[in-house]
Nanobody, 117 residues
Framework: VQLVESGGGLVQAGGSLRLSCTAS?????????MGWYRQAIGKQREKVAS???????FYADSVKGRFFASRGNAKTTVYLQMNSLKPEDAAVYYC???????????WGQGTQVTVSS
């Protein structure tokens, strides 16, 4: 499974960005969750949002009401719409895909989000 991310960049505080992540190598019978983590300099990687198989979306408290995760029609793409961005949202954002059918987790290459104050 390979994950390819796009959409990071530089934005002013209060602005918006949309991240995309597309997975390849997933077969029809696979059951999987997809979502996003982020890691700021000097901090641990933290879970930001996810869309789990058959479940409700998860959002970290720090992004509730501002970030929204969604899946594409093909279900192998996950988006993260980030609104009202704050300087503390600046981080490298990593897409992940956990395959329940294989018990394996995969990561994207990461995309940098920079928020200027």
């Amino acid at each position: 499974v390979q994950l390819v991310e796009s959409g990071g960049g530089l934005v002013q505080a209060g602005g918006s960005l949309r991240l995309s992540c597309t997975a390849s190598g997933i077969t029809t019978g696979d059951i999987y969750d997809m979502g996003w983590y982020r890691q700021a300099i000097g901090k641990q990687r933290e879970k930001v949002a996810s869309i789990e198989n058959g479940g409700s979306p998860f959002y970290a408290d720090s992004v509730k009401g501002r970030f929204f995760a969604s899946r594409g029609n093909a279900k192998t793409t996950v988006y993260l719409q980030m609104n009202s961005l704050k300087p503390e949202d600046a981080a490298v954002y990593y897409c992940y895909c956990y395959l329940w059918t294989r018990g394996e987790n995969y990561w994207g290459q990461g995309t940098q989000v920079t928020v200027s104050s």
